[in-house]
């Protein structure tokens, strides 16, 4: 066995305590082998003065749009979308997504993420990119069928399923599918009807943005005279292998809806300030039973894809949405952050024990404004960034040693993704 020692930190264990331990890993199944003190390995990484969690699970994103990050600021979703970021997008090649996927999982490595879900398009460039990074992830084709002839939609929802399909598995079983389509809105009920069947047959998860403007609301409501959910419920939408991204406009049946499907929920809630899409109602959420995970969105309209940032916006506005300092505390922000969106993403990691992978983020603690450490679980909500984070392990590997990533070129890939973005940008505005 090639074993690794994580050594002499304060560990974060599932129940939310912390206590200095070391953890032996086993390298070659990827597992926790034990976690005491006084244990031995082949290979030492100091955690001393440091914090050990898990690895962040970044529930919701579009990794490759870090190109089109500071492109379209200070716009609702909408004219976000279909002013500024889908014609760039219209106009990104299979390697721009490479790049801008080597940038995205560089910043995730650098903050301490070690999974995520991604919904984009060339998706098998984000595979290659995954499949070398080292990280865990969920992954799948998003489907718009707005404003296409019926042609190309169907290519493109046979597109999603068959990506779902082929790349299951994939990166020595870290990489997982989905089904995505892109919104319950932007896809036709006819190619649900059609799809969906096939895609439960194949025991494949859906994963969709859902109630996430009041935009998205008002036309499912008017037209079919039901709430979204009730919608996505009657296309067979609605399962517990099932994750929505946003969940900002649900009323309490849909909440119960959610509860008693067992469709989780990711909580976006920087993408939700910044294009003013609203507050999602998360402590009435969990308060129902509902899974709730977090998620960044994409770059551009976060601006980042720092998780520990995620956190500590959910806390903030989890507040002030429920009107009640005592809502999204602490604890909570950072079981959404691990052990939520893992468990919405079908991952056995967000949980340092024994048998469990080893996915893992060390927190260097030596920091004034980690000081004092009265509380490290309030530190990792409130006070702590990615800029923090010392080491990272996935999968028993150590994909970043003293921020120093092991499994990428930090300086190429920088250089390169300035200049794809610069050729976008140039392209874009001609
Ligand atoms: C068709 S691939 C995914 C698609 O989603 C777009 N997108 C990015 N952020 C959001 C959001 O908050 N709501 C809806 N759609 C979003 C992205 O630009 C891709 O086109
Ligand atoms: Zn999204």
Redesign the pocket.
Known sequence: MTSLLIAGGQVLRSDMTVSQADILIDQDSGLIKKIGSDLTAENTLQAANSLVTPGFVNGHS?VP?VL?RGCADDKP?DRW?EED??PA?STMTADDVHTGAKLGLLEMIKSGTTGFAD???HVPEIVAAVDQAGVRALLG????TTGKDADKSLADVEKSLEFAQEYDGAADGRISTAF?P??LV?VGSEYLEEFVPRVREAGIPIHY?AN?TLNEVTPIVNDHGIRPLDYAADHGMLEPQDFV??GVHVDEHEMTLLAEAGTSVIH?PA?NMK?A?GMAPIQRLMDAGVTVGLGT??A??NNDLSLLDEGRDAAMLGKIAANDASAVPAETVVQMMTQGSASALGFHSGVIEEGEPADLAVIDLEKPHLTPRNDLVSHLAYSAAGSDVKHTICDGQILMRDREVLTFEEESIVKQAQQTASSLVSRVSG
């Open positions: 579009h749009m089109l979703l979308l970021i889908w997008e919904m984009y398009f084709h998003g489907v718009v995505m892109h919104s932007t943005h996430e991204a946003h976006c993408s294009l899409s969105d994409g551009a309209s």
